[in-house]
T-cell receptor, first 107, second 119 residues
């Protein structure tokens, strides 16, 4: 399984944008880039995914580098409810979760 | 919005007993999964299931584990003889398609989990 690298934690102020980075230098040509998040005491929640082009949905935007070796999840205006662990995952029929990035949002 | 539901939310069982965790996936989904998360650790893949058979399983999913889709709606995980180390949150997920080994482009939708406590 291709590996991803994310910062252990990040902090943001409420109402400000947040850019969560992910490195995946060993990504293969057919690997989709998925982002999930896990709020406290809940199951993982799908956020967004993409292959080559940048993607937008109601929750977030995904910016994918031209060489696909890195990507950035963008939350346009962080709220307290966005405090969670964010996972960047490649592939696949099975999801391989790493430790993710703990996002703290300050009011 | 349709969601994956899991019951019970908390299950307490004596070591050595059998336990069945239940899941109702989203109705038009065809791919089903179980994951677990030991307290303070990463979410781990256990098994994927499609067309009434296991499509992939992890090393964790040994002979004491089994999965079944007994009717058109439920998806169950059975642990035959529970051990202390089976204590964890167990998450069920479903997806419209699986997409094969790589290249899945459909999100997996997770339930809120069953907390399994083995005494």
């Amino acid at each position: 399984d291709a590996k991803t690298t994310q910062p252990n934690s990040m902090e943001s102020n409420e109402e400000e944008p947040v850019h969560l980075p992910c490195n995946h230098s060993t990504i293969s040509g057919t690997d989709y880039i998925h982002w999930y998040r896990q709020l406290p005491s809940q199951g993982p929640e799908y956020v967004i995914h993409g292959l080559t082009s940048n993607v937008n949905n109601r929750m977030a935007s995904l910016a994918i580098a031209e060489d696909r070796k890195s990507s950035t999840l963008i939350l346009h205006r962080a709220t307290l409810r966005d405090a969670a662990v964010y996972y960047c995952i490649l592939g696949g029929n099975k999801l391989v979760f790493g430790a993710g990035t703990i996002l703290r949002v300050k009011s | 919005e349709p969601e994956v539901t899991q019951t019970p939310s908390h299950q307490v069982t004596q070591m050595g007993q059998e336990v069945i965790l239940r899941c109702v996936p989203i109705s038009n989904h065809l791919y089903f999964y179980w994951y677990r998360q030991i307290l303070g650790q990463k979410v781990e893949f256990l098994v994927s299931f499609y067309n009434n058979e296991i499509s992939e399983k992890s090393e964790i999913f040994d002979d004491q584990f089994s999965v079944e889709r007994p009717d058109g709606s439920n998806f169950t995980l059975k642990i035959r003889s529970t051990k202390l180390e089976d204590s964890a949150m167990y998450f069920c997920a479903s997806a419209q398609t699986g997409g094969g080994y790589r290249g899945s482009n459909q999100p997996q939708h997770f339930g809120d989990g069953t907390r399994l406590s083995i005494l």
